[in-house]
């Protein structure tokens, strides 16, 4: 028996068809190893020794391939053909060596750049060994990963309370976010205008004409800087006669884009369907593994993580044989395309994105796959055989039009341009990031010396825009440009940043948050080197060159780790207060911009003899007075000599909402409350903004809900806020008070304990009995559905050892559901043809293999007595346990930002 080792069990099914009896194939379901994210996994004194764990699933897995590998004759690896695979593979192959379960069998690596038949059987029969320099390259990179996550991250909590994490390269693509948004601050609008005409030939065709010249001089598109000069000419045009001064034309050829690497095809999808990458590569991944196509399980597309553009000769003539037929032999050029990337460091070391068999046109496999798979097959397919068409010919016309008159000259410029042949064009177009037409439109037939008519001269304003923020394929396309990252960690970069709380989505566009600014601005202050696109780059080259067997792994991590550690070792004894005041500076802009009055924009508006710094506490930053001392405020020590001044506010002095501006230099009173004589004022505070009663050591304070506005905020709105929960009334059943407020996840009603959410917040002060009794039990309805479970789909009869057997419709498909197991129903088995004895043969396997039955569930209730009877001994036990707990919730909380820290890294 040959034991074969894949990443993923869809992908071992359809491959041990292929290969048949003589073969068992199992799947190691992705990394069965990596570093704990803990202290000591990776030990630079130690020469980069690394130690790796293995989680309990994995532990099963692994089991199960050392079981199996022992009764072999041979191992064969088929893990995926990149970096990450032959990592798979090797780490299989040294659990195996430690568990002694290899002896003498040969041992032997595959690869194949597609899930078809053919592939797989070719692969089989082509056989290497390893591949350790690209071992070492994983080893190196994750390494890296591991130290910059482990040794950056605790710095940045202790330096600057709040942040979360930062990562070798998610920082670099951080940085790229937050430059962008900085020179979008730092822009300066440039007013100019455009002067168009629309002019008529002698044979009554219309066009539009430009202005390009005026009185000697070429004006260009920021030349016209105001309305006077606009109207100067507009006047001018109006008075003009106007002729045809000269007619070119120049033939263009517009060439295919090259097929998609993991780059491209992230950007496209993007553009056209508004994929997110993560999204993209997950739907990629499903067409690469395969869909069942007619009763046969086959990959549709080749491996999706490679920076190669070439693809394979057999797809090149399969691709030129269906152009010829669909499109003719017209469109199929002379000689074959062939491709080569220009992307920084690209490897191409795998074919590019394409389908496994170009006749297998989109129309014949969509209903096969869900709409966005389906989407994406035929995205992949046309851009596969657009690459192979010939180029379109477009013919560039330039018209200028002499005007003459008293004043003057000035010359006219209309361009347009004709498709003579569409060529490639006809079956698809790349997307476009900015809206621009690429093609003018097409010009009526002029000749020199013809006069024109005019019907109409149209002045317009403009404004120069900034530069656009990035988009997640915008920014993978920059970080492609610059060299940083690779293939398979695009996506997984852009969702840490948006995990972290780093970015967010406005529409398609990446905005930085404050966090995330905050971050980058520390990292440049602190660890500029680090952050550096060339710097980030140019290891990137490093770890290449590992993998090209060029440079010993071990050399780069010490030349790495050698400066690294010094500048970590620079901040130990720098204090909070440099560290914002550095912040300060750098985020001036940003945090304090000018007023326009002439006045120090850090000056507190409160009190007016404290400075505005940035501080921080555990939950992040925010903008407060010098003068701020929270011991002062909570009456710890005496209010003098300054006296405390509380103004506080969001990072971005605007606040973000229409209005906040109005409380961004301090509270705004909205009245007295009429039943305490309190002042009721409106606030900025570092959560947002909100409603406080009275100047209390602990006053009464109420946040705007979501969708209430500054500007709309009154006093009977800010007293009906101060005032929830509000209790709307008994339950009719059991006379217990339903109360309705606005919590962590919106406005609610509440009785008994369940909660059930309103559609607003204005619900919550006019909610009344009957439709809050109708919200909690439609809420209490859907908790016991989703206890109960749905209905059947059939009852099929009793199982031999006594209870139900059901088929029922669950979330990844039809299940056969017996007491406590539920099977999975084989692909493509029709739920409502499954009879009682297939149905028992498929419960009683699932049983087997999990230790789960209904007889083995029913003796759990005997250890209840023991625990009764032991229950007052229990009850000491308890009374004594919180003071040691505190400890432990400490430590859970380390840990977790050690995960987040190890997750950062490795993205």
Excluded at 382 to 409: C, Y
Excluded at 518 to 527: D, K, N, P, W, Y
Excluded at 844 to 861: E, F, I, L, Q, T
Aim: glycine letters at 8%; hydrophobic letters at 35%; one cysteine or more.
């Amino acid at each position: 028996m040959n034991i074969v080792i894949v990443e993923s069990p869809a992908k071992a099914k359809t491959i041990n068809k292929y290969l048949g009896p003589d073969y068992q194939v199992l799947a190691s379901y992705g990394h069965v190893r990596d570093l704990p994210p803990k202290d000591g996994s990776v030990l630079p004194d130690e020469d980069f020794a690394m130690t790796w764990d293995v989680d309990a699933k994995s532990q099963k897995r692994l089991n199960d391939i050392v079981r199996a590998v022992k009764d072999a004759d041979r191992l064969i690896l088929a893990t995926d053909p990149d970096r990450e695979g032959e990592a798979i593979s090797w780490h299989v192959l040294e659990v195996l060596r430690q568990k002694k379960a290899l002896k003498d069998k040969p041992v032997q690596r595959v690869v194949f750049n597609a899930i078809t038949k053919k592939s797989v059987l070719d692969a089989m029969a082509n056989p290497r060994e390893l591949d350790e320099p690209l071992v070492d390259a994983y080893l190196a990179r994750r390494a890296l990963d591991y130290l910059v996550g482990f040794t950056l991250s605790p710095v940045l909590w202790r330096k600057l309370p709040g942040a979360r994490s930062a990562g070798r390269v998610q920082s670099v693509a951080l940085r790229l976010v937050c430059d962008r948004e900085a020179e979008i601050e730092r822009f300066v609008r440039q007013e100019y205008w455009s002067v168009l005409a629309n002019l008529t030939t002698a044979g009554g065709a219309t066009f539009q004409a430009r202005i390009a010249a005026f009185e000697g001089k070429k004006l260009g598109r920021l030349d016209i800087a105001n309305e006077e000069q606009a109207n100067k000419i507009a006047s001018f045009l109006r008075a003009a006669s106007l002729k045809v001064a000269s007619v070119e034309s120049k033939p263009q050829r517009r060439h295919p884009a090259a097929p998609f690497t993991t780059s491209t095809l992230q950007q496209e999808a993007s553009r056209k369907y508004g994929f997110a990458a993560a999204r993209t590569m997950q739907i990629a991944q499903k067409l690469y593994e395969g869909a069942d196509i007619g009763g046969e399980t086959v990959g549709l597309i080749t491996y999706m993580r490679t920076d190669g553009v070439q693809i394979a000769g057999e797809a090149i003539a399969s691709a030129r044989k269906v152009i010829g037929k669909d499109y003719g032999d017209n469109y199929v050029p002379e000689k074959p395309r062939h491709y080569s990337s220009k992307a920084k460091n690209a490897q191409e070391a795998h074919e590019a994105i394409r389908p496994t068999d170009l006749t297998r046109r989109p129309r014949d496999v969509a209903r096969y796959l869900d709409p966005d798979a389906a989407r994406l097959y035929e995205l992949v397919w046309k851009r596969t055989i657009a690459s192979q068409m010939e180029s379109a010919v477009l013919e560039r016309t330039t018209v200028d039009i002499d005007a003459s008159g008293t004043g003057g000259p000035a010359t006219l410029r209309a361009t347009g341009s004709v498709v003579r042949f569409d060529g490639f064009l006809a079956l698809y177009q790349e997307g476009r990031d900015d809206e621009e037409d690429e093609d003018a439109r097409r010009l009526p037939a002029m000749t020199e010396g013809e006069k024109v008519e005019r019907q109409s001269i149209e002045t317009a304003q403009h404004f120069t825009e900034p530069p656009a923020r990035f988009t997640e394929a915008t920014l993978v396309k920059k970080m492609e440009e610059l060299g940083i990252g690779r293939p398979s960690t695009y996506a997984s970069t852009l969702q840490t940043l948006r995990d972290r709380d780093y970015v967010k989505l406005d529409g398609k566009r990446l905005v930085p948050e404050d966090k995330g600014r905050l971050v980058t601005a520390f990292l440049e202050s602190f660890f500029n080197r680090y952050v550096e696109y060339d710097f980030t780059a140019a290891l990137e080259e490093k770890l290449d060159r590992i993998s090209a067997g060029e440079l010993s792994w071990k050399d780069v991590l010490r030349d790495f780790w050698k400066d690294f550690s010094g500048s970590v070792h620079d901040t130990k004894d720098l204090r909070v207060s440099e560290v914002l005041e550095a912040l300060n500076e750098m985020l001036a802009a940003h945090v304090f911009p000018d007023t326009g009055n002439g006045e120090d924009p850090r000056k507190c508006p409160v009190c007016g003899a404290g400075r505005l710094s940035l501080k921080v506490s555990r939950f992040g930053a925010f903008v407060g007075c010098s003068n701020y001392d929270k011991d002062k405020l909570e009456g710890k020590v005496p209010n003098e000599n300054p006296p405390h001044c509380g103004y506080t506010r969001q990072l971005s002095a605007g606040g973000g909402e229409d209005g906040d501006a109005e409380i961004a230099d301090g509270p705004k009173l909205l009245g007295q409350d009429p039943e305490t004589g309190l002042d009721v004022t409106l606030r900025s505070g570092r959560f947002g903004p909100y409603v406080q009663l009275g100047e209390e050591a602990k006053p009464k304070r109420a946040s705007l809900p979501r969708g209430w506005q500054v500007a709309d905020m009154d006093l009977d709105k800010a007293l009906q806020l101060l005032s929830l929960p509000r209790e709307v009334g008994p339950h009719p059943e059991d006379g217990k008070m339903i109360s309705a407020g606005i919590g962590r996840y919106g406005p609610f009603v509440l009785h008994d304990g369940t909660y059930a959410n309103l559609e607003s917040a204005d619900e919550v002060f006019s909610v009344g009995i009957n439709r809050a009794v109708d919200a909690l039990a439609q809420k209490r309805a859907k908790s016991s559905r989703g206890r109960a479970g749905a209905a059947p789909l059939k009852e099929l009869g009793e199982h031999p050892d006594g209870g139900p057997i059901t088929v029922q419709d669950g979330r990844y498909g039809p299940y056969v559901k017996w007491a406590k197991v539920n099977a999975t129903l084989p692909k493509g088995k029709d739920p409502m043809a499954v009879t009682l004895e297939e149905a028992i043969e498929i419960v009683n396997a699932k049983a087997g293999a999990s230790g789960k039955g209904a007889k083995k569930a029913a003796p759990k209730k005997a250890p209840a007595k023991k625990a009764a009877a032991k229950e007052p001994a229990a009850k000491k036990t308890a009374a004594k346990k919180p003071a040691a707990k505190k400890p432990a919730a400490k430590k859970t909380a380390t840990k977790a930002k050690k995960a987040d820290a190890a997750a950062d890294g490795a993205a």
